[in-house]
């Protein structure tokens, strides 16, 4: 195994230390969302205890105080994501209103009627939706990049997917139902060659990879604090500042507008143009956290630690007869979705918890990935970097258990 000091790791995070049904918690439920660090719990306490105030616009010292916190988580997160500009960090809910806000604001303004949106067959519901309102609203169309039964997105058929009428790709770094790393970067060179720009949906990637947005050359990029070990509600959109310049905004209201009178408003600058009303400002700042947690561990180490768990779990599952898992590419994150033979995923995930396994059993929010693979749904394990070889084999013999009652 890697060189990750696990167990000083886990006496970060309160909520593992619990029993559930009178057994040590085991939680595999990370792509879903992942639990919180003392360090991250604590800013957010920290502020609403001792600097709590609205932010921006104050010229009291709460104010001051809350407002440097959140611009100092700004400026945390443009260094996670290696972005040029503070600019370009837009504050919203998660990756599903990035998306959102990009179909709504740069689809509306650069996409009509017979366009083409290039996504994928294992996107997210929250990278197929907003794009479809988006094509019922303009009159454009979707085309969607097929996959293997391995899981791996076939990149001729992207190729040949171009064409004059193709305006936008919006693909996920990394599926949340098969764990497949998909070829990014190759893929915005190919899009670029054709002068057309791409989303990432980094919702799955972010926790487990470093990002680059200046190395990838992605052109907007989305994640959810959730997963990152920090606090559900707020998120991340990165724009280039050139195409976020150009974008109408999202919605109106507070600190988003420079000048108010009832025959023109003025727009804010970047990036507060895109972040109408006050803000989760707690939460920002304990999105800061998250990420100064992360980088104080360090990406590579994470993601070294959690390929071993990912590689360890597939050869154990792998000797159980009847488990069948779906999605093998051969670059994967620590995402196990698999189904058993005569068990429904549903009575996995009911029986694990039992003996105290949190796991995901459901569609994940996939169900195109479900219907390709002819499953009503799937199992899905997925790891974070404090779980532990142990976990997995409690995990191992918890399914042959199962499998016991069920045949
Ligand atoms: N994109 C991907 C790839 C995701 O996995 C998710 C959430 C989203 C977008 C949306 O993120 P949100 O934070 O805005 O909800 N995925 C999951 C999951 O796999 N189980 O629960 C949520």
Known sequence: MS??????IRKDFPILTQKIREKPLIYLDNAASSQKPDSVIDAISNNYRFDYANIHRGVHTLSQRSTDSFEGAREKVRVFLNAESVKEIIFIRGATEG????????GRSNIGQDDEIIITAMEHHANIVPWQILCEQTGARLRVVPMTERGELILDDYRSLFNSKTRLVSIAHMSNALGTVNPVAEMIKTAHSHNVPVVLDGA???PHMTTDVRAL???FYVFSGHKLYGPAGIGVLYGKQA?????PPYQGGGDMIRKVSFQKTEYNDLPYKFEAGTPAIADVIGLGAAIDYITGIGLDNIAAYEDDLLRYATEQVNQITGLRIIGEAAHKGAILSFVLDGVHPHDIGTLLDTVGIAIRAGHHCAMPVM???QVPATARASFAMYNTEQEIDVLVSALKELIKVFR
């Open 371 to 373: 219907d390709f693979y």
């Open 243 to 247: 195409l976020l310049e150009a974008m």
């Open 99 to 106: 998306i959102n806000l990009i179909a709504q604001t740069y």
């Open 3 to 8: 060189a990750l000091d696990v167990l000083s």
């Open 217 to 219: 050359d992605c052109d």
């Open 204 to 206: 799955q990637s972010a």
